[in-house]
């Protein structure tokens, strides 16, 4: 099943992305323009390896990816924020095309999941 194996990846890519985000969060908030947020992207970081082990632990459950795009959901309006006071920042810009990207990726993996064990989201009234 391609969602399994995207979902699977997706676990694996967050057990990256969190490990990235942990080791290199002083980096990563200068690459930002967000120096003192260091503390911060390592509680995402942590969120992160948290969601991966969570997918890799069950990698069919749609549940588990929709977790992510909450993430991802939090990561924008993180960098929505910064995005006010350096807006010419081509890192952050970066940023936020891959977490765009990412997220794409998490929706139609989680509709693809959900979609092959009959679980389907509520309906709009």
Do not use: C, Y
Not at 38 to 58: D, N, V
Request: aromatic fraction near 4%; avoid cysteine.
């Amino acid at each position: 099943m391609i969602f399994k194996k995207l979902s699977l990846g997706l676990g694996f890519f967050s057990l990256g992305l969190g490990t990235a985000e942990l080791l290199a969060s002083r980096r990563i908030g200068k690459a930002l323009e967000a120096e003192g947020s260091e503390g911060l992207i390592k509680i995402f970081g942590a969120r992160e390896m948290a969601a991966g082990a969570a997918i890799l632990q069950s990698p069919a459950h749609g549940t588990r990816i929709w977790n992510r795009v909450a993430g991802d959901a939090m990561d924008l309006a993180a960098l929505g924020a910064l995005a006010r006071r350096a807006s010419r920042n081509k890192a952050l810009r970066a940023s936020v095309g891959f977490v765009v990207a990412a997220t794409a990726v998490d929706v139609i993996t989680a509709l693809g999941l959900d979609r092959k064990t009959g679980k389907t989201l509520p309906q709009q009234s």
